[in-house]
């Protein structure tokens, strides 16, 4: 006997099929995408063909889901796309939610609206896109979810504006750049977890990931998450973002603004003496670190809880790294399902 499709699996399903049907791959109506052979994730794709205006950007995004339901707002890291959640995304929209996943700027399908913009990767700049899309989408309080550079710009929004934020999933914890506190060194290990961050300080860096940004970026991937068996077609799909105009640009601005070897733009002055001053984030929280991650080494939490003022639940994931939301997606959205529950 056939079952139906629940609407929401039937538009996944339906961004799969235009996704496939744009790249000329074979597929079949209905079907699940068929396990990776080497066992990654399996072969779906993220349809980010919408396009709205956000401030400087023309913002790339998928979008998921009932337009009734909670809205979810997933951001991902570098080197990474919205890809990290082509698992995440379809199971929270089967879930009721609405699902939004933009390519930040310099990734994927986000564009400059004037090649006059300056191409700043500071991160109160990221923040601003993300509430500029809010502003555009009409979303007014979603649950912010991210890892990497996503989580920092979830912990901004939800300890700046946290009328804009219901919930929160942070992997890795509080993320906020004191720029005073980066001049300090950090343990060799960590140390070490950074150096594509160094690398990228210097023009020789500059012009490597300009020419390889594809191998650095699977370097990057196998060093970050040790654990993870992803397969080319899963690299791949993820990769093709990588080639935007501005990628290079942002991404060595971004880890030079980070050391205090570039500037910012004046009119964020004020919002980044504010994160200086390590603002405490209220918003119901759940962080999560894998224990497998090369980069950031899994704590228990306590290190940071001072940054927080509302309830927050701390999860260490068993055989994960970096990328949580792509390697553990069940893990992923079982906390965003429940932090969606917590009282401020």
């Not at 720029?179 to 500059?206: D, H, I, S």
């Not at 009119?267 to 405490?280: D, F, G, I, M, N």
């Not at 228990?300 to 390697?327: I, M, W």
Request: aromatic share 10%; hydrophobic share 40%; with cysteine.
């Amino acid at each position: 006997m056939s079952q139906e499709i629940p609407a929401n699996r039937r538009r996944f399903l339906a961004s799969i099929v235009a996704a496939a049907t744009e790249l000329g791959l074979p597929r079949a109506l209905g079907a699940e995408p068929p396990p990776s052979p080497s066992g990654g994730q399996p072969r779906s794709r993220l349809d980010a063909r919408l396009r709205i205006d956000t401030g400087v950007l023309s913002t790339g995004y998928a979008d998921i889901g009932p337009r009734t339901g909670q809205a979810v707002i997933l951001l991902h890291g570098f080197p990474y796309d919205i890809h990290s959640y082509v698992e995440v995304a379809p199971l929270l929209a089967e879930a009721g939610y609405r699902v939004v996943v933009p390519h930040l700027r310099g990734h994927g399908t986000t564009r400059f609206l004037s090649a006059k913009t300056f191409r700043n990767g500071q991160q109160a700049a990221v923040a601003l896109d993300i509430i500029a899309l809010m502003d555009a989408l009409r979303i007014e309080r979603p649950v912010l979810a991210g890892y990497d550079w996503g989580s920092r710009t979830a912990n901004i929004i939800a300890a700046l504006w946290p009328n804009r934020c219901k919930a929160m999933v942070s992997v890795n914890g509080y993320l906020i750049n004191d720029l005073e506190r980066n001049k300090l060194p950090l343990p060799p290990r960590v140390e070490w977890g950074w150096w594509y961050q160094y690398y990228f300080a210097t023009e020789r860096g500059r012009a490597g990931l300009a020419a390889n940004r594809r191998e650095l970026a699977e370097l990057i991937w196998k060093f970050n998450s040790p654990k993870w068996a992803f397969d080319a077609r899963t690299f791949e799909q993820t990769a093709a973002s990588f080639q935007n105009p501005d990628y290079v640009d942002i991404v060595v601005h971004n880890y030079r603004w980070r050391l205090g070897l570039a500037p910012g733009e004046a009119r964020y002055a004020e919002l980044e003496r504010r994160l200086a001053e390590s603002p405490v984030i209220a918003v119901p929280t759940i962080t999560l670190d894998g224990d497998s991650d090369g980069v950031v080494p899994a704590t228990d939490g306590t290190g940071y809880a001072k940054h927080f003022s509302g309830k927050v639940t701390h999860r260490v994931l068993r055989g994960v790294g970096h990328n949580v939301p792509q390697e553990a997606p069940h893990a992923f959205v079982e906390a965003v399902r429940e932090v969606d529950t917590y009282r401020a």
